[in-house]
């Protein structure tokens, strides 16, 4: 595995691309200067091609821009969060962002409504978090939430099985009350009918493949807020484009991202529900492919997109590993989900719930706001995707911190929970920067026309591979990709010309035959985590 940095080409290098161009040191080694010896490429004894099939793939359009993936920044998560990360990732064999994510989103739903942040008088933030996995199909994405949330799933266990004997309860005092009410409206006497049982509400923490109307009945029944989980979020992305046009679902999503007021008309009720502070925090897991489908100019222009936090970490070889997760780890991470949790509301003069207010430490205020205009400079150089992205991105980094700091007073590591200190502020900014790169990254793959899409899975190949690859292997591997031997073997130049893959030649075999010529990713590094050695 290697990682991939950044490599933006000239505009002299895309024009020597497009014209056949080639190092001076091929030209002296042909002993040619004819206008065929232009387009002979540089693997010896071979003969370049130049059909329109090959000078599609190696036009500029078709070089993609390579962004290195950093690795998602664990050591500014609280302890045991960052234990669990670490040793989780180890014993599945994935990357440590394919715990991160649902894991602090799973954080952010168990505080939900019961705190605010206050960054000034008219801007106070919510821990709502929408983050989502990017990795192909059989990469074991779904394992990590599922351990992750473990916590979170036993808890609501427990809560349903309370609330089925509590509703069988009700059922028989239910009966009983049918009873006593046609009785006492049979005998017509006066007075007062007995009074009905109160039906008991099914607490829930975690939903998934709902809809509009059926979440808002589970926001009203759970006024602190609930964790909406998708195993593929293809199913939440294509239900705004089957319904586009006329159905507001789009819009009440926006809404619970902000936890603001909503109010959802239901069919079977006689007056829609109001629901005070729509609070949903949202994880899913989905493919490239499948994203790339659904991300339309449309749902990039409503401003959903933009509210996404990414992870699209390199495909990790698999190997078999003996590690597991210290017991002690899971239960301190249980053990703060459990006081997240028990944070209560707090109540008004007329009995509203209503979250708690953080207030800010003047050296984290001081923090926020040297991030902030750091972050709008930066937004301003920006396409107008990324523009929009970053512009939910500016809020992201105090959501964070709350959320951090939350973790942290449940650890005991700070004293107080209702002032947000600097430590978790930067932590907060932190990991709000990564989420800003990798958004870089998305971005950029997601833009890319089908050519650009296709080299960047050429390259992402050979960057898979155990070592450095020759042409021959580069084209056995993708041999439904390319028309001939010679085509595999321009591309392979185009990458080496536009500094994304180096070759490197091995020493002449004892009989005197020339060197055999390997390629690799260009001063793009190993990473630590995933080298053999």
């Known amino acids: 595995k290697t990682n991939l940095s950044r490599r933006s080409l000239t505009r002299d290098e895309c024009h020597r691309l497009e014209s056949g161009w080639r190092p001076k040191r091929d030209a002296e080694n042909s002993g040619s200067t004819s206008k065929s010896a ?127 004997k509590e509703f069988a309860e009700w059922e028989r005092l239910n009966e009983t009350y049918q009873k006593e009410l046609a009785s006492f409206r049979k005998s017509k006497e006066a007075g007062e009918p007995p009074e009905p049982p109160v039906q008991p509400v099914c607490p829930r923490i975690i939903v998934s493949d709902t809809t509009i109307e059926a979440l808002g009945k589970r926001l009203n029944d759970n006024p602190r807020g609930v964790l909406a989980l ?49 609070s949903v925090s949202l994880f899913g897991t989905i493919q490239p492919g499948i994203l790339r489908k659904h991300f339309t100019a449309e749902y990039k222009a409503s401003g959903l997109a933009a509210r996404l936090l990414f992870a699209m970490p390199p495909r990790q070889q698999r190997k078999w590993t003996e590690h597991e997760v210290d017991e002690n780890v899971e239960d301190a991470v249980a053990d703060i989900f459990d006081k997240l949790l028990s944070i209560e509301m707090q109540q008004d003069e007329e009995g509203e719930r209503r979250p708690a207010i953080v207030s800010l430490h003047h050296l984290a205020k001081e923090a926020f706001v040297n991030y902030y205009n750091r972050h709008n400079r930066e937004q301003q150089n920006l396409d107008e995707d990324l523009y929009a992205a970053y512009s939910k991105l500016e809020e992201v980094a105090a959501r964070l911190a709350l959320v951090i700091h939350a973790v942290r007073y449940a650890t005991g590591e700070v004293s107080e929970l209702y002032n947000l200190d600097l430590d978790s502020m930067a932590a907060g900014i932190e990991l709000c920067e990564w989420f800003k790169f990798e958004a870089r990254r998305v971005y950029s793959v997601l833009a890319e026309n089908e050519l650009a899409h296709e080299n960047r899975q050429l390259i992402q190949w050979i960057a898979s591979q155990d070592g450095p690859v020759t042409a021959r292997e580069f084209y056995r591997g993708n041999r439904a990709k390319f028309s001939s031997m010679d085509e595999a073997e321009l591309l392979l130049r185009s990458f080496v010309e536009a500094g994304l893959v180096e070759w490197q030649s091995s020493d002449p075999t004892e009989a005197g035959g020339r060197p055999t010529q390997r390629f690799r990713l260009a001063s793009l590094g190993q990473n630590p985590q995933n080298s053999k050695d």
């Open 230 to 278: 998708y195993d593929e979020l293809a199913g939440w992305l294509g239900a705004f484009n089957r319904y586009s046009k006329g159905s507001g679902d789009e819009s009440k999503w926006l809404e619970f991202y902000n936890a603001q007021t909503s109010v959802i008309d239901r069919a079977s009720a006689k007056r829609p529900l109001l629901i005070e502070r729509a």
């Open 38 to 164: 232009d387009k002979t490429s540089q693997f010896p004894g071979k003969k370049g091609v130049s059909s329109q099939n090959s000078q599609d793939k190696t036009s500029k359009q078709a070089i993609p821009e390579l962004l290195e993936f950093k690795r998602f920044p664990v050591e500014f998560l609280p302890k045991p969060l960052a234990d669990l990360v670490e040793q989780l990732a180890l014993a599945i064999c994935c990357d440590p962002s394919f715990v991160a994510l649902p894991l602090l989103t799973g954080l952010a739903a168990a505080i939900g409504n019961s705190l605010n942040l206050r960054i000034k008088k008219t801007w106070r933030v919510p821990p709502i978090l929408w983050t989502t996995v990017i990795a192909l199909s059989g990469s074991a994405k779904s394992v990590p939430p599922k351990l992750a949330l473990h916590p979170l799933h036993v808890r609501q266990k427990r809560m349903v099985k309370q609330f089925d």
